[in-house]
């Protein structure tokens, strides 16, 4: 079955350094993955889409690849900081036609001062 | 602009008895989606709505589930009657275009059924 797997051991890191997150994907083909910040009692919130032609993107201090090849989406928060401690979701879509998102179990990171 | 709001934030009720969650998407947002989680599990898609219409209900569990948006504007999810694997969180989601490329999600209602 379809499959979005995010790594489910939650991430500490010191402040200052670059948080990298793993999103792999099994029997499935994306268009697009997405990436959502969530924070404890609220919804998701988008942070990045890209898309299967595109090899990196990027906003601010947050990059995100896609690499199709290794059905992989990395997802890096560079200097980093404690306002970033949340747990963040990997989501993808089929095809620009449908609004379907398949999400990972999300990673939580824990950015410690 | 005001966000996607969910009400209730919490809902607390027995099997069997019948639970409505309302979603009210941004305004002008003809998209609307209901996702849910359960504990443990990932957040999964239950169905979309185009304005009024379901464009894909492929993720409705069963037929205790009943969504609604009547005018297009806010939408209803009930369950009828709940059993104990409907607790989770229920999110409801608004985008401007049917390509979902960016969904904004309301803060979800946590229902418990006990």
């Known amino acids: 079955s379809q499959k979005i797997e995010q790594n489910s051991e939650a991430l500490n890191i010191q402040e200052g350094k670059t948080a990298t997150l793993t999103c792999n994907y099994t029997?499935?083909?994306?268009?697009?993955l997405q990436w959502y910040r969530q924070d404890p009692g609220r919804g998701p919130v988008f942070l990045l889409l890209?898309?299967?032609?595109?090899k990196e993107k990027r906003k601010e201090r947050l990059k995100v690849t896609f690499d199709t090849t290794l059905k992989q989406s990395l997802f890096h928060i560079t200097a980093s900081q404690p306002a970033d401690s949340a747990t963040y979701l990997c989501?993808?879509?089929?095809?620009?036609?449908?609004?379907?998102?398949?999400f990972g179990q999300g990673t939580t990171l824990q950015v410690k001062p | 602009e005001a966000g996607v709001t969910q009400f209730p934030s919490h809902s607390v009720i027995e099997k069997g008895q019948t639970v409505t969650l309302r979603c009210d998407p941004i305004?002008?947002?003809?998209?609307l989606y209901w996702y849910r989680r359960v504990m443990g599990k990932e957040i999964k898609f239950l169905l979309h709505?185009?304005?009024?219409?379901?464009?894909?209900e492929s993720g409705m569990p069963n037929n205790r589930f009943l969504a609604e948006r009547t005018g297009g504007t806010y939408s209803t999810l009930k369950v009828q009657p709940a059993e104990l694997e409907d607790s989770g969180v229920y999110f409801c989601?608004?985008?401007?275009?049917?390509?979902?490329?960016?969904?904004?999600f309301g803060s979800g209602t946590q229902l418990s059924v006990l």
């Open positions: 989601a608004s985008s401007q275009d049917r390509t979902g490329e960016k969904l904004f």
């Open positions: 029997n499935y083909s994306p268009a697009y």
């Open positions: 890209i898309r299967e032609n595109e």
């Open positions: 989501a993808a879509r089929r095809s620009s036609n449908t609004g379907k998102l398949i």
């Open positions: 305004s002008g947002h003809d998209n």
């Open positions: 709505f185009v304005k009024e219409s379901k464009q894909d």
